[in-house]
């Protein structure tokens, strides 16, 4: 079944995503982050049909769809660039895993000197510039359990903060009446949420 986490705040970039960042990281984010055979930096042509199931291998045709390749903390990475290309924010999507060990994953990757993916070869990552600085503040609370806490990035260095731990006496509880208005908000616009979580 899952759990839903709640986040607000950003994270800054500096300097700013060039547009084939912008563009890569986007396609990233919106795509469904299994083992695909052509590696894990693969982004399909068209990230928002897959997100919807279309062109995606069935279970028994590629038992991969549901396992995440090998360093990926997750199958979805819900941090997406904003519209100018100066910060990372969550995207809103429900059942945001590992939120922590995904922004390190990016900044590690594609984002600060001297990350993996410069090295990879691969044609989509030739213009970029891999000198970034991230820094930020992103508070969390997963609404299962009430555990509050920060993702703090300082200089391209990714820390979480438990503020407050979970509480496992939540677990059975009522929506709060923010958690109650944000999923009457999404009942209301498919776009908010409407994005894959089979699995």
Request: charged share 30%.
């Amino acid at each position: 079944m899952g759990y839903t986490t709640d986040f607000i705040g950003h994270i800054d970039i500096q300097a700013p995503l060039n547009d084939a960042e912008q563009a890569y990281l986007t396609a990233f984010a919106a795509s469904r982050r299994w083992r695909r055979p052509d590696g894990p930096y693969s982004v399909p042509s068209n990230p928002a049909a897959e997100a919807m199931g279309e062109g995606l291998p069935s279970a028994g045709e590629d038992w991969r769809i549901n396992e995440t390749p090998e360093g990926q903390p997750g199958l979805w990475c819900d941090w997406v660039p904003c519209w100018g290309g100066c910060c990372f924010a969550y995207n809103g999507h429900e059942k945001f895993y590992a939120p922590t060990e995904w922004m390190a994953y990016l900044i590690g990757h594609f984002l600060a000197p001297g990350a993996r993916a410069a090295s990879s070869g691969r044609a989509e990552f030739a213009e970029f510039t891999f000198d970034h600085q991230l820094d930020g503040i992103v508070a969390g609370c997963r609404r299962d359990n009430k555990e509050l806490f920060l993702i703090r990035v300082e200089a391209n260095r990714v820390i979480e903060e438990v503020l407050r731990p979970a509480d496992r006496r939540f677990e059975d509880r009522e929506p709060l009446a923010y958690e109650k208005y944000l999923d009457d908000e999404a009942a209301r616009s498919p776009r908010r949420r409407s994005r894959r979580r089979g699995v």
